[in-house]
């Protein structure tokens, strides 16, 4: 091939820029012409196009974001929409398509496909809830960013004496909290993953300040069924501490990206970029054990998720609280 595309769609992620400029580099020294599709599938519709070349991505490795944007497109879903899409690929000659995105986006790359559209899926979500690989792009600084957060917040709670629950991004994953809580050693979780309830998070609370913490920490994901103020409520209520709650929020995705997904951003970026200079195509990248691999693109849906059950268990063995 030698026109091809990329967009980025659905919640942007710290690393799609990385990405973006390996893939204009590789694509530069192998004299390949590639398109930037603006705004993701929405500015495919209204042929948001423009050429992409090595001045346009000088430096832009080291910032969150993406420099050709991203949306979530309603619109790719009806038929006229999805039609003006495969028209306007047609149009601009593309031959091979790079999709940079989350589930959402990885189910239009995979109607795409099914149209006869050649293309590459790179999973770039911080939510980590791509199921087919260790690691999703932006994940690595998601959890960078609430870790600071979490510790810098820790700092004034402790002056208080206050509890702190802290709600993390992630949609339906528990990732984030996850690998939050780890790292912070936080007192209780409550991800949709493992089980939870509030007389629980009162226990594991409680057993932290019978063993002298002085300032709490509950780490919840955003998929959780419970609301981020009951728990604070009941914290307050039964034992008899002042307690906050605060949603981490967007700070998660703005984060200056990590070596790591910067790196993962290289190499997925340049192996897209070779799959489709062998005309290999409709093919997911991805990562396990630190090599990175492509596997059919319809075929990712259908892999279920492994969550880190020992990760938990050494959160509750840190607390001397029994294992699940
Ligand atoms: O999928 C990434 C993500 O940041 C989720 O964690 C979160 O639920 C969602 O996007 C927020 O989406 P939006 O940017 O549309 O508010």
Redo the contacts with the bound molecule.
Sequence with gaps: MRRIAVLCS??DCPGMNACIKAIVDACDSNNIDLIGINRGYQGLIENDVRPLEKIDVANIETIAGTIIKTS?SPEFMTEKGFRKAIDNLKLNEIEGLIVIG?NGSFRGARDLVNAGVNVIGIPG???NDLFYTERSLGFDTAVQQAVNTVTDIKQTMYANDRAVVFKC???HCGDIALHTAVAVEADSLAVNEIEYSIPQIIEDVRNSMSHGVKAPVVMMS?GCKIDMDEIVYELQSQLHIVARGIELGYIQ?GGVPTYYDRMLGVRWGVLAVQLLMQDMTNLAVGVKNDKIFSTPLVEVEHVLQEFRVDMVNDLRTLHALPKI
């Design positions: 659905g919640g979530r989350g979500t911080i939510d991004m992630g949609r955003e995705r």
